[in-house]
């Protein structure tokens, strides 16, 4: 072998080491993961990524997230706002933590909504209700994103009758649990902040 290609198959080696060393440990965050739902109803026109005022009967704060509502004959309409342009989500009567929760997601992707319905699975995991026999009952889905900011409204049925999902029934004061992504809108990233509050479902 001669020196030009010995020199030339250690810059290879050479070269190749570099890129190894300085791949990231991690993958790339995938997009977020289950399947995505890209729904808007025409019985629910106002479910359109703009939370306009009057719209909602019930306004509140938690962590920092706006939390607003309003219930439908058999529905409940909500619109989220949080301060990052990852995924928001809010989850209804939780057991303890986040288990059992009737959890909600969603992420504004290039400009689409992703949203999914999701059942707390322990402690501090969840999981789409179609994972465990349940259903994706997510009646509409909308969302925007803009300076940094994410909308995301949605609309489930009160009583779903998916074993996943716990009842909600006009009049009720339920618990809700409430969190966000600064950046990422991978659904299995952990949130950047989360809190807990209350909201009662007036009638419509
Ligand atoms: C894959 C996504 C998630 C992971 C890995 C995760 C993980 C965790 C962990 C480790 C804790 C305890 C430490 C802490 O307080 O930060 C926690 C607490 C909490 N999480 Fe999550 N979480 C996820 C998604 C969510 C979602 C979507 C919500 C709400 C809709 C949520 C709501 C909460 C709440 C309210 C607490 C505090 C519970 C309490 O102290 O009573 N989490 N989570
Ligand atoms: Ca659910
Ligand atoms: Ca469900």
């Given at each position: 072998m001669d020196?030009?290609?010995l020199?030339?198959?250690?810059?290879?080696?050479?070269?190749?080491?570099?890129?190894?060393?300085?791949?990231?440990?991690?993958?790339?965050?995938?997009?977020?993961?289950?399947?995505?739902?890209?729904?808007?109803?025409?019985?629910?026109?106002?479910?359109?990524?703009?939370?306009?005022?009057?719209?909602?009967?019930?306004?509140?704060?938690?962590?920092?997230?706006?939390?607003?509502?309003?219930?439908?004959?058999d529905?409940?309409?909500?619109?989220?706002?949080s301060?990052?342009?990852?995924?928001?989500?809010?989850?209804?009567?939780?057991?303890?933590?986040?288990?059992?929760?009737?959890?909600?997601?969603?992420?504004?992707?290039?400009?689409?909504?992703?949203a999914?319905?999701?059942?707390g699975?322990?402690?501090?995991?969840?999981?789409?209700?179609?994972?465990?026999?349940?259903?994706?009952n997510?009646?509409?889905?909308?969302?925007?994103?803009?300076?940094?900011e994410?909308?995301?409204?949605?609309?489930?049925p009160?009583?779903?009758g998916?074993?996943?999902?716990?009842?909600?029934a006009?009049?009720?004061?339920?618990?809700?649990?409430?969190?966000?992504?600064?950046?990422?809108?991978d659904?299995?990233?952990r949130?950047?902040?989360?809190?807990?509050?209350?909201?009662?479902?007036?009638?419509?």
């Amino acid at each position: 072998m001669d020196k030009t290609l010995l020199l030339l198959l250690g810059l290879l080696a050479a070269v190749g080491a570099a890129v190894f060393v300085f791949l990231p440990t991690h993958p790339s965050t995938p997009v977020t993961t289950g399947t995505p739902i890209v729904r808007t109803s025409a019985a629910l026109p106002s479910v359109d990524g703009v939370i306009k005022s009057g719209e909602y009967s019930g306004q509140t704060v938690i962590g920092d997230v706006e939390v607003n509502w309003a219930t439908e004959k058999d529905a409940l309409r909500v619109g989220l706002k949080s301060p990052g342009a990852g995924w928001v989500a809010i989850g209804f009567d939780p057991a303890t933590m986040m288990d059992k929760a009737n959890i909600i997601l969603g992420a504004v992707v290039n400009g689409a909504v992703v949203a999914r319905d999701d059942v707390g699975t322990g402690l501090f995991s969840h999981a789409p209700d179609t994972s465990s026999g349940g259903q994706d009952n997510l009646l509409a889905a909308a969302g925007r994103e803009s300076n940094g900011e994410t909308v995301f409204e949605f609309a489930i049925p009160l009583n779903s009758g998916d074993p996943a999902d716990r009842p909600l029934a006009i009049g009720q004061t339920v618990k809700v649990i409430v969190a966000y992504q600064a950046t990422s809108d991978d659904f299995g990233e952990r949130h950047t902040r989360r809190a807990s509050g209350e909201i009662t479902l007036t009638a419509p």
